[in-house]
């Protein structure tokens, strides 16, 4: 009898995450949480409802719903689009997208900051942009100094051939930058800062691409991630802190989606919105934009696309994504899961633009 309550205090705490998670943030942050709970609540539940089909099948009912959510939860978990499409008659754009946790970079002005073996992080991204040779590369976190003979980053990409660009932060006195960057193959004719952060490096920037006789507006996005402090908590307890500084963020997120969504209402090119979103595939975020837009790991991506790992063992997300208006084709899509110069996985696309 007691593993029978449990079944059904778990079945409608599914069913309660499974609506919190399309409610607006906004109204109350906490509910953003419903997007990290959902999938294990949903494998969870998913094993018993196994089990308990051979003791209550009189329940069919609410196993019925708890199936229908949880298949609903791992179509958005695994892709599984097939083949890459080959379309040689229109024209293509390349994108990569990568969080470069600011290249990892260490004891700045400090000893071994020019020491290639202990930046090698830099270096490697560096090399990984010039073997996929993709025609835009969106950065965010990104990290410049032009005195440095490794960190000087967009000199670097300046000479893999991407002399056109929009950095969201001006350079500082002592000759560094940091945030979202924009690189481009094709000429930049308008570009501009949507939203920005106080720190300066989460946002949203604009660049529109001009490729052959048509413009595309990219939009490079990083919207606000939870930063604890326990040294700022003052008298406030764990939770108290873990509160106020998990609703804060949100707000913060929530406002940075608001000013993106009118952005785009007033934009009148096709879109491509692309960064690091905080958020994964169940989150309002999420919902906001693939109701507008397709979405790169879902028409042409396989496996998990898994673009952040966690430092608890066994938690990871997919919160990178690729949005792109319907007029845009994705041909193929990849997170490249095999390489760790962040925290981050960078995502690859190839789209098809006309």
Request: hydrophobic share 40%; proline share 3%.
């Amino acid at each position: 009898m007691c593993f029978k309550n449990f079944y059904a205090v778990g079945a409608v705490s599914l069913l309660t995450v499974f609506v919190l998670t399309f409610i607006d943030p906004s109204y109350f942050p906490l509910t953003n949480l419903s997007s990290v709970i959902l999938p294990i609540l949903a494998l969870l539940m998913l094993v018993f409802t196994l089990l308990m089909f051979y003791k209550q099948r009189s329940w069919y009912l609410l196993y019925m719903a708890v199936m229908i959510i949880s298949v609903w939860v791992f179509s958005g978990f695994y892709s599984i689009s097939g083949k890459a499409v080959d379309d040689s008659s229109s024209m293509n754009l390349a994108v990569l997208d990568y969080n470069v946790s600011f290249f990892r970079v260490r004891n700045v002005f400090q000893e071994g900051y020019n020491d290639p073996y202990l930046n090698s992080d830099v270096l490697g991204v560096q090399n990984l942009c010039k073997d996929l040779n993709p025609d835009v590369i969106c950065f965010q976190e990104f990290f410049n100094d032009q005195n440095s003979q490794i960190y000087n980053s967009i000199t670097r990409f300046g000479e893999l051939g991407y002399q056109y660009y929009l950095m969201s932060s001006p350079r500082h006195d002592n000759g560094l930058n940091r945030g979202l960057i924009t690189f481009s193959r094709f000429p930049i004719v308008k570009a501009g800062i949507i939203v920005q952060s106080e720190n300066r490096y989460n946002g949203a920037i604009y660049t529109d691409l001009k490729i052959k006789e048509d413009t595309i507006r990219l939009i490079n996005v990083h919207l606000n991630s939870m930063e604890l402090h326990l040294s700022r908590r003052g008298n406030r307890n764990i939770l108290s802190y873990f509160y106020d500084t998990y609703t804060n963020t949100n707000r913060i997120k929530q406002n940075q989606l608001n000013t993106i969504s009118a952005f785009i209402d007033n934009s009148d090119i096709p879109i491509i919105v692309v960064g690091d979103f905080n958020d994964n595939q169940y989150s309002y975020t999420y919902k906001q934009l693939a109701s507008r837009f397709a979405n790169g790991q879902k028409e042409s991506g396989n496996g998990l696309g898994l673009t952040y790992y966690s430092k608890i063992p066994l938690l990871a997300f997919r919160i990178d994504h690729l949005f792109y208006s319907h007029s845009i084709r994705s041909m193929e899509f990849k997170t490249l899961s095999n390489f760790d110069y962040s925290e981050h996985k960078p995502i690859w696309a190839k789209l098809s633009v006309n």
